[in-house]
């Protein structure tokens, strides 16, 4: 009796004793490793993200042929010098042989085109268009990178909750089994049932080196988004999963969508067809030719000193008619009109699945954080007490810490489902989640 006494006294002070120390390590944070933020994960794409500078430099382009397509053709300015004698004749003139008294034919012209028919009105429009459609195109890629950041932050954030939710029950096996040690000395238990808790936490430790893997695969996939030179992934994530997720229950899904304006993809469409429509116009204009303008100035001393004349060239439209230029034009308007359409149907489709999509995520999310993973946590903590006190099997406690790390894990899920569905319901809306990183 005295000897049961003593041994149950020594399990209580070694369970205390190891629960004690499990709560500081978990409680004390790692100050090696830098730590990063949502809102500076997505700051830091904003500025650097590679597609991201590449839709500017397009926006860049698209401004510079605006700018061209404003100027006025510049005149050409040629210059003549004819009848100079190469056989030995004289040039001389009554007036004299001064280079300006000589008999040379000197003709100076300028020449202008002219554009009619509305050519260079149309010109810019296709042009205005054009910055429009990629001012647009770079609103989209933004867009976009939003929500690959978010994705990429939360699939992170989940890895890691993954590979610390793993390594606590590895750390909770490894408590139980220096219990069974003690147990299989005084004769409680067999060798086999300390040898199955060992087996356990081995297992738990292994998915726990693989969750810290796949969740540093995740950090540098969101390097690259981030625009990183040497992605390495050498951070961890500062913000909660169960935090994100619940500032993304707030949304209220119909004001979101009520508010929602215009998408930019869907406004690039647009633009597209009316660079389309004024590309069009433009190569139907083109049928009627325009006319060169020119004014000349002829000095051919002693007959003709100094005579001006006028002049006008234009083209005759008698081979080409610009039938084809203007069928692939009507081709090429059609289909932006068939992708606009296409981009509608597409707006519609996304918002309609991210309403679906975010409601039955935050559901389930909630689901696990207010019933199911409380419940769960108490079912383990309870049969965790009663093992290490002689209360219940060996069957029992891995049934119990197994049921409670698959709750907690997908809890986690949850969680990321939660914040990636939101994420998903704002691109489809094109607002910002969480409000613009500064």
């Not at 100076?108 to 205005?128: D, F, I, M």
């Not at 990629?134 to 990178?145: E, M, T």
């Not at 559901?363 to 207010?370: A, I, P, Y």
């Not at 069957?395 to 810490?401: F, I, R, V, Y």
Request: glycine share 4%; proline share 3%; net charge negative.
């Amino acid at each position: 009796m005295v000897k049961r006494v003593r041994r149950t006294a020594l399990l209580s002070l070694l369970f205390s004793c190891l629960t004690l120390g499990t709560s500081y390590a978990a409680a004390a944070p790692s100050s090696s490793v830098p730590t990063l933020t949502l809102a500076e994960a997505r700051r830091r794409s904003f500025f650097r993200n590679w597609d991201l500078l590449a839709a500017e430099s397009d926006l860049d382009q698209a401004t510079a042929q605006e700018m061209v397509a404003r100027e006025v053709q510049n005149p050409a300015l040629s210059a003549q010098l004819l009848h100079l004698p190469v056989d030995g004749s004289s040039a001389a003139t009554a007036r004299g042989n001064g280079l300006l008294d000589r008999s040379y034919d000197t003709i100076v012209a300028v020449n202008q085109l002219l554009e009619l028919h509305g050519k260079r009105g149309l010109r810019r429009t296709s042009a205005a268009a054009g910055t429009t459609a990629a001012r647009a195109r770079f609103a989209d890629a933004r867009r976009i990178l939003d929500n690959a950041v978010l994705r990429a932050y939360a699939t992170a954030a989940l890895d890691e909750e993954n590979a610390r939710l793993v390594a606590r029950t590895a750390a909770s096996l490894r408590e139980s089994a220096k219990i069974a040690a003690t147990r299989l000395a005084a004769g409680d238990i067999s060798a086999a049932d300390e040898a199955a808790i060992e087996v356990a936490a081995d297992r738990f430790e292994l998915d726990s080196r693989a969750s810290e893997a796949a969740a540093r695969s995740a950090r540098i996939a969101l390097d690259v988004l981030m625009g990183e030179p040497a992605p390495s992934g050498d951070w961890h994530a500062a913000d909660r999963l169960e935090d994100l997720a619940a500032k993304a229950g707030e949304l209220d899904v119909e004001a979101v969508l009520q508010q929602a304006p215009q998408r930019p993809d869907l406004r690039a469409a647009e633009a597209d067809l009316a660079r389309s429509e004024a590309d069009l116009e433009l190569e139907r204009a083109r049928r009627l030719p325009d006319p060169t303008l020119s004014l000349q100035y002829e000095r051919q001393p002693p007959d003709l000193a100094n005579t001006v004349g006028l002049g006008v060239a234009i083209d005759l439209p008698l081979w080409s008619r610009h039938q084809g230029e203007i069928a692939a034009a009507t081709v090429a308007r059609d289909r932006a009109e068939r992708e606009r359409e296409r981009v509608r149907a597409r707006i519609a489709s996304d918002r309609a699945t991210a309403r679906a999509g975010f409601a039955s995520a935050l559901e389930r999310w909630r689901s696990f954080h207010q019933t199911i993973l409380p419940k769960a946590e108490t079912v383990r903590e309870t049969v965790v007490y009663a093992y290490r006190n002689g209360g219940a099997s060996l069957l029992e406690l891995l049934e119990a810490e197994r049921s409670a790390n698959d709750v907690a894990v997908a809890a986690a899920q949850a969680a990321s489902d939660a914040l990636t569905a939101a994420a998903d319901l704002a691109a489809a809306a094109s607002l910002t989640l969480f409000g613009n990183p500064s």
